[in-house]
């Protein structure tokens, strides 16, 4: 397969089956969540068969309305005898008032909410397991800047799964002629691209590269409490909590790193510190939300990095049922 973007060749090298297990949680993994939920609510996922407890990716609580959790991306409401349904006509469902949203938000932050205050502003608590809290309500103002989230609403908890290995073939595709590419993870959400960047670093970390890490909502060495909840490898530095473009621009002075890793690029700035890295010799490893590599080649916000040829490998994750797949794409320019 071969397809052009102005003067750039996108050609397929290698596709591969993502080893089978890398939808699933274990139990250990699980439980940190499950401790943050109401009592009747963990009861009710506990009851959830095996293959569907160990797949979830999300479990949502909105005040007044009934709680749901998110499986093979399809969110459903949970039942308080441990079954999924589309909808809850019978009042089968477990109803969530104000006070189940402000215990799972205190108990994610282990009960200490204004140390989490810096994340809350921006709509997150990272938990221990590496689990992230997502939170909605009324926003707080000040000078046009959100201080804070007050009279929360919602929450969401965004299950983490940390998967050995599930980047192994990827590492040893986006190697050439002995040197790593600066290469792009493309997929759409729930895909697992976090997931799939942590095994990366770690499998890059393994072969004696310096990996910096920009970390900045948490996720991917997800340090809690001081205590990063992943294990990356020796030669990992992370900067957590802190914009990607300025996370990066502190490893490239000060830590001397041989790659940089960022989840999720999004703005301006997250694009000017990867063509900054590259110019400097550094090679670069990303993730962008896209369904595939020709609709992340048509965004805007990436023109930049298609223009200056930063990328010459695109690893696409696809989620379509049965299996997870990982596409890799070499750009000839």
């Known amino acids: 397969m071969e397809q052009r973007k102005g003067d750039e060749s996108v050609r397929l090298i290698a596709k591969h089956v ?63 005898d441990g079954r999924l349904i589309p909808e809850d006509s019978l009042g089968r469902g477990i109803l969530c008032p104000a006070e189940y949203v402000r215990a799972v938000v205190e108990r994610a932050a282990d009960g200490f909410v204004y140390s989490a205050e810096e994340t809350i502003r921006q709509g997150f608590v990272a938990m221990r397991g590496g689990h992230r809290c997502g939170l909605a309500g009324r926003a707080v103002l000040s000078g046009g800047t959100v201080t804070s989230i007050g009279e929360l609403g919602s929450v969401c908890l965004r299950i983490a799964r940390d998967i050995e290995g599930v980047a192994a073939e990827g590492a040893d595709a986006i190697i050439a002629d002995g040197k790593l590419c600066n290469t792009l993870i493309v997929s759409p959400p729930l895909a697992g691209k976090t997931t799939y960047l942590r ?3 770690r499998s890059l970390a393994a072969r004696r590269l310096r990996v910096g890490v920009c970390d900045e909502r948490c996720e991917i060495a997800a340090v809690c409490a001081g205590e990063p909840q992943f294990s990356l490898g020796q030669s990992i530095d992370v900067i957590d909590n802190c914009p990607k473009a300025e996370a990066a621009m502190i490893l490239l002075r000060a830590l001397a790193p041989q790659v940089i890793a960022m989840d999720e690029i999004t ?29 992340a080649m048509r965004r805007p916000i990436y023109a930049p990095l298609w223009e200056n040829r930063v990328f010459s490998r695109v690893l696409e994750l696809s989620a379509v049922p049965p299996r997870r797949t990982c596409a890799v794409y070499a750009l000839d320019g």
Do not use: F, W
């Open 18 to 80: 993502l080893p089978e297990g890398s939808a699933r949680v274990t139990a250990a993994q699980l439980l940190p969540a499950l401790d943050c939920l109401p009592s009747e609510l963990k009861r009710a996922i506990l009851l959830l068969p095996e293959s569907t407890r160990y797949r979830l990716e999300e479990i949502r609580l909105r005040t007044g309305r009934m709680a749901s959790v998110t499986v093979g991306g399809q969110e459903k409401i949970v039942t308080r």
């Open 199 to 201: 095994d990366l670093v």
């Open 267 to 295: 703005a301006p700035g997250d694009v000017a510190a990867i063509l900054c890295a590259a110019n400097c010799g550094v090679a670069v490893v990303a993730t962008a939300h896209a369904d595939s590599t020709e609709a």
